[in-house]
């Protein structure tokens, strides 16, 4: 049985809601899922079922020289490394907002974070890029995202495609022998054999997408394989959660925009079979789906399962904003051959509330990084928190 699912945020008056588009569509307004007790500490989740364990979860203890706060860094794991690109640090309070270049390195052996120094040409600076791992050649690619200024002026989506390579230490542009996708921030991203697959995101006009694409490494050269307002294609979003296996590629949740500009934050699992070229809804029952649904979280396939770690509630505690956002540290499983969703218990440290991540997977681990966390000092003033650290989960 197949739920469909949603949660629609209130409407509001045109005008307004034009207003505040940019910055619900990106999850910045201010709330609280909890007291504040420390200023800058992140937020825990309990275990909610004694003894009931799922896996490891570590927060680890690492040197050198870290990222700045930011949140949506492209991330991508290559052997052992996980490369971090760009992302942004937007102020929730004053509007001061910096949106990154550089590139970071972290040893998941050695636990050490370096600054890489590119030869040649750069991207320019982004946030809510898509980001993957090519393996056989070393290269992290990375397409689209976003720049902006303060509290989302001028908000601006790529269309760019850059490839990193690993062993020279050194950006190219790709200049696809004809046109691709649009410009778009936060699509969903997979890697098939030399194959890179795009659906949906968010343009600069804040439309939200539902078309497939996928650019073939070895020609140059994009296809549409599913063209914008297809039948049978998942609703439009940006922000989806992603997985993989065998030839299909997953996505669950995300955040929609409709004609009259109110917003849904989407609780359905979708399934497109590379071999068939078709979408499937696999969303499970109510009592086998995530609850509440979620967006801006991270997710990475390991085994048969998809791990879907943090992200954004609707709900949470006002702080004086008209849409109070609500993180949450859940850990989630998608068994990606029942196709039901179960929520995860691991021990170890406790998990962390946290919104606009990412993660690598590396050696059968997921590694979360980046985000940050939102509470209320007090009725009326939002505590915007950042994370520093890495954490390690292991089935």
Not at 99 to 120: C, E, M, S
Not at 218 to 240: F, M, V
Not at 297 to 316: K, R, W
Request: proline share 8%; aromatic share 12%; with cysteine.
């Amino acid at each position: 049985m197949l739920a469909s699912p949603a949660m629609r945020a209130p409407a509001s008056s045109f005008a307004a809601t034009v207003v505040r588009l940019a910055p619900i569509l990106l999850a910045l307004s201010c709330s609280a899922g909890a007291s504040l007790d420390e200023s800058d500490e992140l937020g825990t989740e309990s275990d909610a079922i004694a003894g009931h364990r799922d896996g490891t979860w570590t927060r680890l203890a690492t040197t050198g020289p870290a990222p700045s706060e930011r949140s949506t860094p492209a991330v991508a794991a290559i052997g052992h490394k996980i490369y971090v690109f760009g992302g942004g640090r937007d102020d929730v309070v004053n509007g001061d907002v910096a949106i990154y270049d550089d590139l970071h390195r972290f040893d998941t052996v050695k636990q050490r974070w370096d600054v890489l120094t590119p030869a040649g040409a750069i991207p320019p600076p982004r946030v809510f890029a898509a980001s993957v791992a090519h393996p056989p050649s070393r290269r992290m690619l990375v397409f689209g995202g976003a720049f902006f200024g303060p509290f989302f002026s001028d908000f601006s989506a790529y269309g760019d495609l850059w490839a990193y390579d690993v062993d020279a230490n050194a950006w190219t542009e790709l200049h696809p022998s004809n046109a691709g996708p649009s410009p778009r921030s936060r699509p969903s991203a997979w890697i098939v054999d030399d194959k890179l697959y795009i659906f949906g995101g968010v343009n600069s006009f804040f439309q939200v997408l539902d078309d497939l694409w996928v650019y073939d490494l070895d020609s140059n050269a994009w296809t549409e394989l599913i063209p914008l307002g297809a039948a049978g294609s998942p609703p439009p979003r940006h922000e989806a959660a992603n997985g993989i296996r065998g030839g299909r590629l997953v996505i669950y949740g995300g955040e929609a925009i409709d004609e009259f500009f109110q917003f849904t934050v989407l609780d359905d699992t979708w399934e497109y079979r590379i071999s068939s070229g078709t979408w499937t809804d696999v969303t499970p029952a109510a009592e086998d789906n995530v609850a509440p649904p979620r967006n801006y979280g991270t997710a990475v396939t390991l085994g048969g399962g998809m791990y879907l770690q943090g992200g954004d509630t609707p709900g949470g505690v006002d702080c004086g904003e008209v849409f109070p956002q609500n993180p949450t540290g859940e850990l989630w499983r998608f068994d990606l051959h029942d196709r039901v969703w179960e929520q995860q218990f691991p021990g170890g440290d406790p998990l962390v509330r946290l919104k606009r991540i990412n993660s690598a997977r590396v050696a059968g681990a997921m590694y979360v990084l980046g985000g940050f966390d939102f509470v209320c000092e007090d009725p009326v003033t939002p505590h915007q928190i950042w994370n520093h650290d890495v954490y390690r989960f292991e089935p």
